[in-house]
């Protein structure tokens, strides 16, 4: 999330990529979405194509699940959570998810548009003063990337800041004055342009209109009615045990850093959060379709078409809703935080959930995010009609 100056968005701590779609996702009765069975056979490719990318992008350890409803189920850890002890990777570990972080948010906000105290159409002067092009930027357009602020994870002073010491807490009024310091890229609306500035604005408005910290919003109204037990909104530098820990390049120097220490409040609404892989299986399906694990709505169904719905971008196979992204039908987001990764994915056509987490934020050839890579090697194998085949340029994390 935290690109370093002068590099793509993706650079340093980036709260998490993405990379959008233009079309709408396929609903879960539409064909074409078939998804293999997970026999011993088809199991054995998945060890070594995980394995290949593991060696290909000196990933230190990963865990990966797919679950179908009628195919079966995979759930396996490769490598170490900590490469001085030698520990090894387990599913029961905590890791950063960094921009996944946006999901979550942007569900208190959705959230708050069913019970008819804010609307996506409203602008953001109408809630936080001093924004730039704030009497023209609605909520929609933050929720979509389509605002035209500047991203402040790409400020070279906001790089300085968090490399001298990436321990200290920021403010989001701290992060947003890297942002306003720049002038507007271009007008609302006008295009795709993934920024972490975005999210900040979201999240003081739903701490403005609640009237609680976004943490606790999140934890009472989100977390705790999908029984996500284990996902964390830290206040600073805290993370729960056991977990593993994070490998980053991330740095002023660009040697590699260990990370499980530092404080995520950089990313805050942006990419602050944590989990464990089953949570994140749940929260797959709960995001992409709206409804929580016992049927019932989290966000009403006119207001998840809308989140689904997604104007058209420059990227092949991809588009960006609400908070969200499709990729040839996969839906979710990833995220990318410095030492972690993740990617947490459902294909409604096939009822179907993938979930990748690993411990190290470094691109492959310095372009490639290693979330990436595992989501295309899994995906040609389980769903060949739907690969999660992200351009090997990195979005702004």
């Given at each position: 999330m935290v690109p370093a100056a002068g590099a793509s968005a993706a650079a340093l701590p980036s709260a998490a990529p993405v990379l959008?779609?233009?079309?709408?996702?396929?609903?879960?009765?539409?064909?074409?979405?078939?998804?293999?069975?997970?026999?011993?056979?088809?199991?054995?490719?998945?060890?070594?194509?995980v394995q290949h990318v593991m060696k290909q992008a000196d990933v230190p350890g990963v865990n990966v699940g797919i679950w179908t409803p009628d195919k079966g189920q995979y759930v396996k850890s490769f490598g170490v959570a900590d490469r001085s002890s030698g520990k090894k990777m387990s599913s029961d570990l905590y890791l950063r998810i960094g921009s996944e972080t946006k999901t979550f948010t942007v569900t208190a906000l959705l959230?708050?548009?069913?019970?008819?105290?804010?609307?996506?159409?409203?602008?953001?002067?109408?809630?936080?003063?001093?924004?730039?092009?704030?009497?023209?930027?609605?909520?929609r357009q933050l929720?979509?990337?389509?605002?035209?602020?500047?991203?402040?994870?790409?400020?070279?002073?906001?790089?300085?800041?968090?490399?001298?010491?990436?321990?200290?807490?920021?403010?989001?009024?701290?992060?947003?004055?890297?942002?306003?310091?720049?002038?507007?890229?271009?007008?609302?609306?006008?295009?795709?342009?993934y920024c972490n500035t975005n999210l900040i604005l979201l999240g003081l408005v739903v701490e403005k209109i609640s009237g609680r910290q976004l943490r606790d919003y999140i934890h009472d109204t989100v977390l705790q009615p999908a029984g996500l037990d284990h996902t964390v909104f830290p206040q600073g530098a805290e993370f729960p045990s056991p977990h593993a820990q994070g490998y980053t390049d991330q740095t002023a120097n660009g040697k590699v850093a260990t990370t499980a220490d530092w404080n995520p409040s950089w990313g805050w609404a942006a990419g602050a959060m944590i989990s464990r892989l089953q949570d994140l299986r749940v929260w797959a399906r709960t995001v992409a379709t709206g409804r929580l694990p016992d049927g019932k709505r989290l966000i009403s169904a006119a207001t998840q078409k809308q989140r689904l719905t997604t104007p058209p971008t420059t990227i092949p196979g991809a588009g960006y809703g609400l908070g969200i992204f499709n990729v040839q039908g996969w839906i979710g987001h990833n995220g990318s935080l410095p030492g972690y990764e993740s990617l947490t994915i459902y294909l409604p056509s096939a009822r179907t959930t993938l979930v990748v987490m690993l411990n190290t934020d470094i691109n492959y050839k310095k372009t490639t995010e290693p979330s990436t890579l595992f989501g295309d090697a899994i995906t040609k194998i389980i769903s060949p009609d739907h690969v999660f085949n992200l351009p090997a340029e990195p979005a702004a994390r």
């Open positions: 959008p779609a233009a079309t709408d996702p396929p609903s879960p009765s539409s064909s074409g979405g078939a998804v293999r069975d997970l026999t011993p056979s088809l199991q054995r490719q998945i060890d070594a194509a959230e708050l548009v069913d019970q008819g105290k804010i609307g996506l159409d409203d602008t953001i002067g109408t809630y936080i003063h001093g924004v730039p092009n704030g009497d023209k930027i609605t909520l929720a979509g990337m389509r605002s035209g602020l500047f991203n402040y994870s790409q400020d070279e002073g906001f790089f300085k800041a968090f490399t001298s010491d990436p321990r200290r807490p920021f403010t989001p009024q701290e992060l947003l004055h890297y942002s306003f310091k720049h002038p507007v890229l271009f007008q609302p609306g006008k295009k795709f342009y």
